[in-house]
């Protein structure tokens, strides 16, 4: 990689520091907006208490895209990741300011309901977490609670479809009445992202899914990923660089709680504008 072309790219900084922070006009290097959005966030700012976590994040969720959000850890990006179906709701200390909108709809309003909300944007977490009940029950919990089948026929069909769409059903077509809790670390994974998608959502987010599986299990994960990405907007956080560009087509930086920089995945692993963003992709700090 050229380091002069790097240099002359980067943003200039007031204090020459390689913390952002340091520069009160510091602006996020690429475009923050996609043509055809489902999601939009403008000048997200988070607090925990008197301690800022965000700062003056915007960034656009393109449809049927894979976004990969990459950074040191405690870089803020899954307190982002969790702003954007309001998980973070759930911390008495957590206040969130700034515009996020899912499909021109206003989340954050006080006439959303945010049970559909989640209902619209899922959810799937670092460690695998099926309900303490049957690998069918446990697909069909979500939908049963929105009411979204009409009849036991149409529940066997959407879970059906669901576990297909996770690659899980020829594994678990014979254990369905078994607990959910029984599959494998990788297959219990797959088991929550059938859950989150038996109901439709438009929009999955996924906390590093893939730490705590082994090679095998995370390769599965990233086909299916790629595979629903034909029918939804999937953000995933991760820490595996490698993981990020084999699975999105943008990247999304962050580092101290600002956005960095965001682009063309394989611009950002291969020609990052700014230095931050070179340093931790090369490896010299994260």
Known sequence: ?????????????????????????????????????????????????????????????????????????????????????????????????????????????????VVLLRARVGMVFQKPNPFPKSVYDNVAYGVNLH????????????????????????????RLNQPGTGLSGGQQQRLCIARAIAISPEIILMDEPCSALDPIATAKIEELIDELSKHYSICIVTHSMQQAARVSQRTAYFHLGKLIEVGATDIIFTNPSHRLTEGYITGRFG
């Open 1 to 113: 990689m050229n380091q002069t072309a790097i240099e002359d790219a980067k943003p200039i900084e007031r204090n020459n520091s390689d913390d952002p922070l340091n520069d009160p006009n510091y602006k996020t290097v690429g475009e923050v907006t996609v043509p055809n959005a489902a999601m939009t966030t403008k000048n997200v700012d988070v607090y925990y208490g008197d301690k800022q976590a965000i700062y003056n994040v915007s960034l656009d969720v393109g449809k049927n895209e894979v976004l990969a959000m990459i950074g040191p850890s405690g870089c803020g990006k899954s307190t982002f990741l969790r702003c954007l179906n309001r998980m973070n709701d759930t911390i008495d200390i957590c206040r969130i300011e700034g515009d996020i909108r899912l499909d021109g709809e206003d989340i954050y309003s006080r006439n959303m309901d």
């Open 147 to 174: 009411g979204l089948s009409r009849s036991k026929s149409d529940l066997d069909d959407i879970v059906e479809d669901a576990l297909k769409r996770a690659g899980l059903w020829d594994e678990v077509s014979d």
